[in-house]
């Protein structure tokens, strides 16, 4: 312990120093952070590093997957619901399918329950490594909100086919009836769970005299118990948390005050952040190992490299051509969703994009890594080490190829929205700031009409407000004027910290003053 917990600090400092450099070189961190892994484990005397299957399952995917359901756009999701559910369930099902029949043909020794096996390892992409990349570069927000919805729920598919899969190489044998009504537990049950223990917690945040670190703290406990009573009645885990997480996230101006959402953010961010990281890492830093494993089980490098190469080639291919069927589908049963001057020789690169973005990660790596060495009866578990390898492949070529080429591809299509055209993102920010502002004079008016006359404050954001009703905001806060406020706030807040100094000022009513400094800084930025 006292050798490998020094390690983990490193690791995590790392993380930090990549993800900076990865800002400053304008790469996506997770390209980076594999890279960095590679490099430190090649590094004679370096302790080893395995992430457990079962830390990976319980305590990296579920805070992921809570998180996730907590920043998606609900309304988002429910629009494009049909889309997002074809790419979770069908998608999955099909990539799988697939994969296992080409393994089964190509892959010498690979039989068809090894083959579904395989194909519910590689067939979730993972949502953290396109979403890094696509924060280069913009994409439509229905697109944006297909990736997020995906990756709420292909996780369970996947991981349910693998379950199966598993089942079958043991025993032999795969009863289809037995594996439809166990699926639709999994998926209902882990629904069910997700709902009650979702309404739960929601009673407790709302009943129970909590405060912002308190809230936080259920917030952080909420997806593993939720996780873990899924588990236990048989259900899936993930469907649980991204049910519960989606309920909750819709509730959250009820559970959490502003204070709470603030610093809870701020929380999620950091340590989804370096979870993220260390799932990375490992995937760098393990691949030797895995590399070892193959020349072990007499199996050559050149063969694996084949084998890894024609899979990641194939399911990129399925993805791609499923993303194709989406859009012909759509173009024949649900032409509403089509905006009117919709071109198809204009649209046709746009399932291209979203093909693209099937990056593989935490989920692979996991599931990979979950498979037993030896059967029930003893015996070593058969093309363990092919298939960990071409795991690991995968997760590499998809990040590195796609990862890489990515931004360039996103910058070079032009992506054209399926849905009816609306009033662009800035229109409807500043016409929705100009309501707010004429709703807030009203109700001061209206409610406050004595105060409205005599308290100073409220005189002068009367006034304020007024004053941004009578003319374009960004004319009121232009980048210049922006630039020299924003150095005002830093000014003032040298002047507190020299105020600070002296030893008879309260040092509390110090950090709350910079602390709103803070929060105008950043309303400013988001302006």
């Keep these: 312990m006292h050798e490998t917990l020094p390690f983990l600090f490193a690791v995590v400092i790392l993380i930090v120093l990549v993800n900076m450099l990865a800002k400053k070189i304008n790469i996506a961190y997770p390209i980076l952070i594999v890279v960095a892994g590679l490099l430190i484990s090649m590094i004679p005397s370096v302790p080893p590093l395995r992430l457990d299957p079962d830390w990976v399952f319980f305590i990296i995917l579920p805070p992921l997957l809570f998180e996730a359901a907590w920043s998606i756009s609900f309304k988002g999701l429910l629009r494009w619901w049909r889309i997002i559910g074809s790419f979770s369930f069908l998608v999955v099902f099909f990539t799988a399918s697939a994969v296992a029949f080409f393994a089964n043909y190509f892959i010498p020794g690979f039989s068809l329950a090894l083959g579904f096996l395989l194909g519910g390892i590689v067939s979730p992409p993972d949502a953290v490594s396109a979403g890094a990349i696509m924060k280069f570069v913009k994409i439509p927000k229905s697109t944006a909100t297909i990736l997020e919805g995906e990756s709420l729920f292909n996780d369970a598919s996947s991981l349910i086919i693998f379950r ?52 936080i703290v259920f917030t952080l406990l909420e997806p593993f118990i939720l996780y873990w009573v899924a588990e236990q009645m048989g259900s899936s885990g993930v469907m649980a ?92 049963f649900r032409r509403s969703m089509i905006s009117p ?5 204009r ?72 849905i009816p055209a609306t009033e662009s993102e800035h229109q409807f920010e500043k016409r929705l700031r100009k309501e707010l502002w004429s709703f807030s004079i009203a109700e001061i008016k209206d409610k406050h009409k004595a105060d409205g006359k005599e308290n100073v404050f409220l005189v002068s954001n009367l006034v304020k407000w007024q004053r941004k009703l009578d003319g374009l905001e ?3 806060i232009t980048p210049e004027t922006k630039s020299v406020y924003l150095e005002l706030l830093n000014a003032q807040r040298h002047f507190l910290i020299e105020q600070n100094k002296d030893p008879n000022v309260d040092e509390e009513i110090i950090r709350k003053e910079i602390t709103l400094i803070d929060f105008e800084e950043e309303k400013i930025k988001m302006m």
């Design 164 to 215: 199966f899969a598993l089942i079958a190489v043991a025993t032999g044998q795969f009863i289809w009836s037995e594996a439809l009504l166990s699926f639709g537990w999994m998926v209902l049950g882990g629904v069910g769970v997700g709902i009650i223990l979702g309404w739960t917690f929601f009673l407790a945040h709302k009943r129970l005299p909590t405060d912002a670190p308190s809230n």
């Design 241 to 332: 948390v991204v049910t519960g997480g989606l309920f909750l996230a819709n509730r959250r101006f009820q559970i959490l005050d502003s204070e709470g959402r603030i610093r809870g953010f701020s929380f999620w961010q950091s340590f989804v952040f370096i979870l993220n990281g260390i799932v990375f890492f490992v995937i760098g830093f393990d691949l030797n190992e895995v590399v070892s494993g193959l020349s072990q089980a007499n199996i050559s490098i050149r063969d694996g490299i084949y084998y890894g190469v024609i899979i990641t080639a194939f399911i990129i291919f399925i993805r791609i051509v499923s993303s194709y069927i989406a859009l012909f589908s759509t173009m024949i």
């Design 341 to 345: 001057d919709f071109n198809f020789r």
């Design 347 to 418: 649209s046709w690169k746009t399932p291209l994009v979203l093909g693209w973005t099937g990056m593989r990660g935490v989920v692979t790596l996991a599931a990979a890594s979950s498979i037993p060495i030896y059967l029930d009866d003893g015996q070593l578990f058969p093309q363990r080490d092919l298939i960990l390898f071409i795991s690991f492949m995968v997760i590499i070529l998809t990040l590195f190829v796609q990862g890489l080429t990515l931004p360039f591809i996103l910058k070079r299509i032009r992506l054209n929205r399926m």
């Design 474 to 476: 960004e004319d009121l």
